[in-house]
């Protein structure tokens, strides 16, 4: 999609729009359309990079990024979602490419593992994610750990 702004930011570089904008969406996605109730707000956010995508001004996808050592041994990618009426326009595979550079960048030696919903194995296998773990229940839906092996230098 080529009029998609990407920005990444810190919590502390967030404006309060911002954050309240990627908040709602998480709950329009997570909560809301997926229709299962847990806790969002898991203190996370204050320690990640946030990846915002834009299209026409108006956020459509969003991840969050979080260091080695925070919630895995290794760096971790979480919260990938894509606006509804924005999905099927590549727009899931750029905002997980837009993670993994920015991460490569920040963490270059660290692996980066995802608590993936089970049925997107496939997509993110695309981007060299591994299957590490079986099925388990998170949140009501099954989910999957994978991981990318650490970037070495190009």
């Not at 919260?79 to 490569?104: F, P, Q």
């Not at 660290?110 to 997107?120: G, V």
Request: hydrophobic fraction near 40%; include cysteine; charged fraction near 25%.
């Amino acid at each position: 999609m080529s009029n998609l702004e990407v920005t990444v930011k810190s919590f502390s570089e967030l404006s309060n729009a911002e954050l309240y904008s990627f908040l709602r969406l998480r709950a329009e996605i997570f909560i809301v359309e997926q229709q299962f109730i847990y806790q969002d707000l898991d203190d996370f956010d204050q320690e990640a990079v946030h990846v915002c995508a834009y299209a026409d001004r108006k956020l459509v996808a969003y991840t969050r990024l979080i260091a080695p050592g925070i919630k895995y041994p290794g760096a971790s990618i979480g919260r990938v979602i894509t606006k509804s009426c924005s999905r099927n326009r590549g727009i899931g595979s750029e905002i997980v490419a837009c993670a993994l550079r920015t991460s490569k960048a920040l963490w270059p030696y660290s692996p980066i593992t995802i608590s993936a919903q089970e049925y997107l194995q496939n997509f993110y296998a695309r981007f060299g994610f591994e299957k590490q773990s079986d099925a388990y229940m998170e949140d009501g839906i099954p989910h999957i750990e994978m991981t990318v092996a650490a970037f070495q230098d190009d």
